[in-house]
């Protein structure tokens, strides 16, 4: 007789299954009286620098300008006498002629040379890298360095006539700087070749936002060079447009050092502005109360075309 055993496994007894939720709070952040204005305190000390450096520094400008102070000692307030000698003084009045000239010449020139040399080493040129610093190098040199090498270039002995002489060109030898009709050109020729280095650049890093299948897709559509230029590249230069003519304007109607290293003004006031003028009048000959007034001039010459570029390049001030 054979027994035979069963042996059934324990039936695990089902436990009625618990979820338990805890509810975790965030500790309630105190507010902190000074919190909402705690973001001031780290541009407190640049505001502040600024207000002292240009504004009070301004303002106080404009106060000397309506007086007839030396420099030192005392002095007496004369209202607008300073402004009204400015505007019947023949040599002033050129002075400011010459500032406007100038800065516009500066303004044109190197945004003409600047965009072609960045849309030119923009790409697929193998030297490209090489070329962009060879032409930024001349805007990290020392302005006054700069001028006086040019006039050694320009002086009646120097490489200049003597290249042309050598080629036999001797009717075009000539003091170039002493020359009333050709001095605020040469000028203008410095300061273009120092200044056309930064515009390049500017305009590059207009031009990197341009996507490349953008010009592509347009030339499939049979956009000529210039329909691609003028619809696809200059839209999206619009803003180094404005950063790169608002420092060009800013830089051109202040210029100062080229001048006075390469003819101080002359000659007989030819290549006079407003810059050397102030320089002239505050510290050489010591009226300081017409200088200020000079000064004030250019400022706000200075203020109208800033205003009046940001007005074009800008428009209404929208974006596009």
């Known amino acids: 007789m054979t027994s035979t055993k069963t042996a059934t496994a324990p039936q695990r007894r089902s436990q009625p299954s618990m979820t338990s939720t805890n509810t975790v709070t965030a500790p309630r952040r105190r507010s902190h009286p000074a919190s909402p204005f705690a973001h001031w305190w780290w541009a407190f000390p640049g505001i502040a620098l600024a207000v002292i450096v240009h504004y009070i520094a301004t303002a106080a400008g404009g106060f000397f300008s309506l007086t007839d102070w030396s420099g030192l000692g005392d002095f007496d307030f004369i209202g607008f006498a300073n402004y009204v000698r400015i505007f019947n003084d023949p040599t002033q009045v050129g002075a400011i002629r010459n500032t406007v000239v100038l800065a516009l010449g500066i303004l044109v020139i190197t945004q003409l040379i600047g965009l072609g040399l960045a ?49 036999g060109f001797e009717d075009l030898v000539r003091p170039w700087l002493a020359d009333p009709n050709l001095a605020l050109f ?132 929208k974006e596009s």
């Open 119 to 167: 849309l030119g080493l923009n790409r697929g040129l193998k030297s490209r890298y090489v070329l962009r610093v060879l032409f930024f190098i001349p805007t990290v040199l020392s302005p006054l360095a700069v001028a006086y090498v040019w006039k050694f270039i320009f002086d009646y002995t120097g490489p200049l006539n003597g290249l042309l002489a050598w080629m």
């Open 186 to 317: 040469m000028v203008l020729i410095v300061i273009c070749w120092q200044g056309t280095g930064i515009t390049m650049v500017i305009y590059l890093a207009g031009l990197a936002s341009v996507a490349p299948e953008t010009e592509e897709a347009a030339a499939i559509d049979g956009a000529g060079v210039f329909a691609r230029f003028w619809h696809v590249v200059l839209p999206s230069l619009r803003p180094a447009l404005a950063i790169s003519t608002t420092l060009t304007i800013i830089s051109g109607l202040r210029t100062f050092d080229e001048i006075m290293a390469l003819t101080g003004g002359g000659p007989a006031g030819t290549t006079e502005t407003l810059a050397t003028a102030v320089y002239k009048q505050s510290f050489a000959l010591g009226q300081f109360g017409y200088g200020a007034a000079l000064a004030l001039v250019m400022t706000l010459i200075i203020l109208v075309f800033a205003i009046v570029q940001q007005r074009i390049t800008n428009g209404d001030g």
